[in-house]
């Protein structure tokens, strides 16, 4: 079992940055691909960024392909999400997410793992 804890959200003015970071207990991530996702109220939850368990892949939405980029640190059994050149669209609960399946993938429903999500908001 891996429990995923998410931090680094907060209010950020556009241009802004923040990163997020997902703490993992339980298990080590070494072995899981891992991936951000993100949810506003009345839409689905939406792929942001993906690693792979190996951590020399990755894949990003085209929404933030250029701005966000995701990263881990395994020593400290932590993923993190750079978000840079932020955008008020970009306000969300950001959730992590893992998978022990998998090398790498986009598809939400390839995740066993999920944290509590932690919000982001840009303001314009």
């Known amino acids: 079992q891996v429990q995923l804890v998410e931090s680094g959200g907060g209010l950020v003015q556009a241009g802004g940055s923040l990163r997020l970071s997902c703490a993992a207990s339980?298990?080590?991530?070494?072995?899981?691909?891992m991936g951000w996702f993100r949810q506003v109220p009345g839409k689905e939850r939406e792929f942001v960024a993906a690693?792979?368990?190996?951590?020399?892949?990755?894949v990003y939405a085209d929404s933030v392909k250029g701005r966000f980029t995701i990263s881990r640190d395994n020593a400290k059994n932590t993923v993190y999400l750079q978000m840079n050149s932020l955008k008020p669209e970009d306000t969300a609960v950001y959730y992590c997410?893992?998978?022990?399946?998998?090398?790498?993938?986009?598809?939400?429903?390839?995740?066993?793992?999920w944290g509590q999500g932690t919000q982001v908001t840009v303001s314009s």
């Open positions: 339980g298990r080590s991530l070494r072995n899981y691909a």
């Open positions: 690693l792979s368990w190996i951590g020399t892949r990755t």
């Open positions: 997410a893992a998978d022990p399946r998998v090398e790498i993938t986009n598809d939400k429903g390839e995740y066993d793992y």
